[in-house]
């Protein structure tokens, strides 16, 4: 391992497009400035090869240690060489949201089981009985684990699982058309989202369609947006509390870059509980 201190921490995300990573970053910038740290963010932009080159770069002596959230194709391969090799070249890695068993790392995930069981839960409560999991994520292990909780509850509340109502749009496929074809064919009454790309625009087609919302179809979206607050009607949503996942990433990064050479401690994964954020978009409960 190089020997140097820059104070300074790489940042590799995804996107910014999503919610979710603004509010992380947000939290990472918080506790970063508090310790006297800077920080070099790097968006992959969902590819594994930026990704790799991305890391390489930073392993030159650039950063003391990484916060990771791997791309969908660097889980659907199953490559992690490069995260590997920046732990035993540059410094320690600390994973959030998207990780892998993979590396040996401290990780922080969110409860994606609990919170896809809760969400269908609360809907199942309000009266539905045909609910849509729908995503334009096809290939990550936090989309099997929310499917996962989403089935979990409907067999727990005696409704039979539909696989069609089980919706993973693939990139090269047209969103509108797909979420169309859903409604024109199938018995809905609730839909969750994802991501917000896929409750906002999945809703605005409902209401399109003629859709009343949430009287005909009620929804639910993950991560606690702005744009959920101020569309018509506000959206329902699942806070997976962004800014303090990227807080506790931040402050365990940095004790791993100041923790003593000869020091060992365990690999923590510590799981973020979530909460639901009712609004208009579902039944109020009787």
């Known amino acids: 391992m190089l020997n140097k201190k820059t104070k300074t ?68 391969k199953q490559h992690f060489n490069h995260l ?30 609990n919170c896809a069981y809760n969400a269908t ?46 919706t993973l749009i693939k990139k090269e496929y047209d969103f509108e058309t797909e979420v169309k074809t859903l409604l024109d064919y199938n018995t809905i009454d609730a839909i969750i989202g994802l991501e917000e790309h896929s409750t906002i625009q999945s809703m605005f087609i409902a209401k399109s369609r003629g859709y009343k919302i949430p009287e005909d179809i009620s929804f639910i979206g993950y991560t606690n947006g702005n744009l959920f607050k101020y569309v018509n009607p506000s959206i329902t949503c699942i806070n997976q509390h962004a800014v303090y996942i990227g807080k506790k990433a931040t402050e365990k990064l940095i004790d791993r870059i100041e923790q003593k050479e000869d020091s060992e401690s365990v690999f923590e994964t510590k799981i973020i509980k979530t909460s639901l954020v009712l609004r208009n978009s579902t039944h109020t409960l009787e």
């Open 9 to 76: 921490i790489g940042v590799l995300i995804p996107t910014l497009h999503n919610h979710f990573f603004v509010k992380v970053f947000s939290g990472v910038e918080q506790v970063a400035n508090e310790k006297g740290y800077n920080i070099i963010i790097i968006i992959s932009h969902g590819k594994m090869k930026k990704e790799i080159e991305s890391t390489n770069m930073l392993e030159k002596g650039t950063v003391d240690g990484l916060l990771i959230s791997v791309t969908e194709e660097t889980q659907s």
């Open 121 to 166: 839960e609360h809907l199942i409560k309000t009266g539905c009985k045909n609910i849509v999991i729908i995503s334009v994520l096809d290939d990550l292990g936090i989309v099997r684990l929310r499917i996962n909780g989403y089935k979990q509850a409907l067999i727990d509340n005696g409704i039979e699982v539909n696989e069609k109502l089980i």
């Open 84 to 113: 590997n090799e920046f732990i035993q070249d540059a410094g320690p890695i600390v994973m959030f949201d998207r990780v892998s068993d993979a590396i040996s790392c401290d990780k922080i995930i969110v409860d994606d089981f």
